[in-house]
Nanobody
Framework: QVQLVESGGGLVQAGGSLTLSCAVS??????????MGWFRQAPGKEREFVAA????????RYADSVKGRSTISRDNAKNTVYLQMNSLKPEDTAVYYC????????????????WGQGTQVTVSS
């Protein structure tokens, strides 16, 4: 099993920045090369892809809505994935979920095997 625990969410004003962290643990994670990613879900909306990164950190993907404003990174020595978000907008308000899967990154929610509990990000105007 793989456990994902997000942190770093909170209330921020529009134009501000936040860095989300995802601590990963579990025997399955340590023995396999896993891609990591972030999804988000706003009230009344479906979960949507935000960003993903491959095992070595050489390949990243971003949703158009956050491209240029966000950076996903990982520190495999610390078993941690980060999502730095800048120039935040009220429409970025959502619960952000950390995800993991054994294969290459995907933008499809159902393709991810493991999900964290989520962390709330609220951007005020």
């Amino acid at each position: 099993q793989v456990q994902l625990v997000e942190s770093g969410g909170g209330l921020v004003q529009a134009g501000g920045s936040l860095t989300l962290s995802c601590a990963v643990s579990g025997r399955a994670f340590s023995s396999s090369s896993m891609s990591m990613g972030w999804f988000r879900q706003a009230p009344g909306k479906e979960r949507e892809f935000v960003a993903a990164i491959d095992w070595v950190g050489s390949s990243t993907r971003y949703a158009d809505s956050v491209k240029g404003r966000s950076t996903i990174s990982r520190d495999n020595a610390k078993n941690t994935v980060y999502l730095q978000m800048n120039s935040l907008k009220p429409e970025d308000t959502a619960v952000y979920y950390c995800v993991a899967r054994r294969l290459i990154p995907s933008t499809v929610a159902t393709a991810w095997e493991y999900w964290g509990q989520g962390t709330q990000v609220t951007v005020s105007s």
